[in-house]
């Protein structure tokens, strides 16, 4: 395996930046930087057979754009952290992989996920009770379990347990299955939409090189980390290096990142981890 890389699709909270009607200072920047998409991110690698493959976590409303802007061309599979609408509902969007590689993609999500994409896209998951023969999606589904490792073309995705709120999610910590993929950003640990980490998570925090951590904004949120929270976080995780995403316009890119630790940053879209 070689040629690892982690590309950030979006880095935005659910209302993308800029914001619908807003005139903040961090909408209306000139810095590319504090435009953000919904938050999604593309792992893509090239398998011990020489394929390229690529995985996304999330499909953002955002996908098209983001597809074409940071040239997503193929697309193996799909791993899901939860079911809001910013995480999922560029699924439709899939559709053109099939096409381009004839074959179905495997989606894996907790039951709970999988419900609301099948009731949600039930076009495309019942097509066959559509009233016209139309072009969708050709999905198969996989149900996550907390701790039990998927492995992908010599890529290992371990869902962690954490909670958004009182919703309980999933982030992953990614690894080579075995160690012939050598890469100084992995074990990496992606964790989005996270108010709180539980006890028996902290485990698969272990060793970890990169983490990917939501950090909203200074004032408290119900459901999300604030920024103070994810640097103390991120100082316990101990990892290399530390990327926020899922921040709101709050946060401005360039002033945030003055007051940020050495070894932590904000991601932003197009970032792409070697």
């Given at each position: 395996?070689r040629?690892?890389s982690?590309?950030?699709?979006?880095?935005?909270?659910?209302?993308?930046?800029?914001?619908?009607?807003?005139?903040?200072a961090?909408c209306?920047?000139?810095?590319?930087?504090?435009?953000r998409?919904?938050?999604s991110?593309?792992?893509?690698?090239?398998?011990?057979?020489?394929?390229p493959r690529?995985?996304l976590?999330?499909?953002s409303?955002?996908?098209?754009q983001q597809?074409?802007?940071?040239?997503i061309?193929?697309?193996?599979a799909?791993?899901y952290?939860?079911?809001h609408?910013?995480?999922?509902?560029?699924?439709?969007?899939?559709r053109?992989?099939?096409a381009?590689?004839?074959?179905?993609?495997?989606?894996?999500?907790?039951?709970?996920t999988l419900?609301f994409?099948?009731?949600t896209f039930?076009?495309?998951?019942?097509?066959?009770?559509?009233?016209?023969q139309?072009?969708?999606?050709?999905?198969?589904?996989?149900?996550?379990?907390?701790?039990?490792?998927?492995?992908?073309?010599?890529?290992?995705?371990t869902?962690?347990?954490?909670?958004?709120g009182?919703?309980?999610?999933?982030?992953?910590?990614?690894?080579?299955?075995?160690?012939?993929?050598?890469?100084s950003?992995?074990?990496?640990?992606?964790?989005t939409?996270?108010?709180a980490?539980p006890?028996?998570?902290?485990?698969?925090?272990r060793?970890v090189?990169?983490?990917?951590?939501?950090?909203l904004r200074?004032?408290?949120?119900?459901?999300?980390?604030?920024?103070g929270?994810?640097?103390g976080?991120?100082h316990?995780?101990g990892?290399?290096?530390t990327w926020f995403v899922?921040?709101?316009?709050?946060?401005g890119?360039?002033?945030?990142?003055?007051?940020l630790?050495?070894?932590m940053g904000?991601?932003?879209?197009g970032?792409v981890?070697?």
């Amino acid at each position: 395996m070689r040629d690892f890389s982690f590309k950030f699709l979006g880095t935005g909270t659910s209302s993308g930046i800029p914001v619908i009607g807003c005139e903040c200072a961090v909408c209306t920047s000139a810095d590319p930087k504090d435009n953000r998409l919904r938050t999604s991110a593309a792992i893509e690698w090239v398998d011990d057979s020489g394929r390229p493959r690529t995985v996304l976590i999330d499909t953002s409303p955002d996908l098209r754009q983001q597809a074409l802007r940071f040239g997503i061309k193929r697309l193996d599979a799909i791993l899901y952290t939860h079911n809001h609408v910013d995480h999922t509902f560029g699924l439709d969007e899939v559709r053109r992989y099939n096409a381009m590689q004839q074959q179905a993609i495997d989606v894996y999500a907790e039951e709970h996920t999988l419900g609301f994409l099948k009731r949600t896209f039930g076009h495309i998951f019942e097509s066959e009770k559509n009233i016209n023969q139309s072009f969708v999606a050709t999905l198969i589904a996989w149900p996550l379990r907390v701790g039990v490792p998927v492995e992908l073309h010599g890529l290992r995705f371990t869902p962690l347990r954490v909670l958004h709120g009182r919703l309980p999610i999933v982030g992953f910590r990614i690894e080579p299955v075995e160690s012939s993929l050598c890469s100084s950003l992995l074990p990496l640990a992606y964790l989005t939409d996270v108010s709180a980490i539980p006890p028996e998570t902290w485990p698969g925090l272990r060793h970890v090189r990169t983490l990917v951590l939501d950090a909203l904004r200074h004032r408290h949120h119900p459901t999300h980390l604030t920024l103070g929270q994810a640097i103390g976080i991120a100082h316990e995780v101990g990892a290399d290096k530390t990327w926020f995403v899922h921040m709101t316009h709050d946060l401005g890119h360039e002033a945030t990142q003055a007051e940020l630790p050495e070894s932590m940053g904000l991601a932003w879209d197009g970032l792409v981890l070697r």
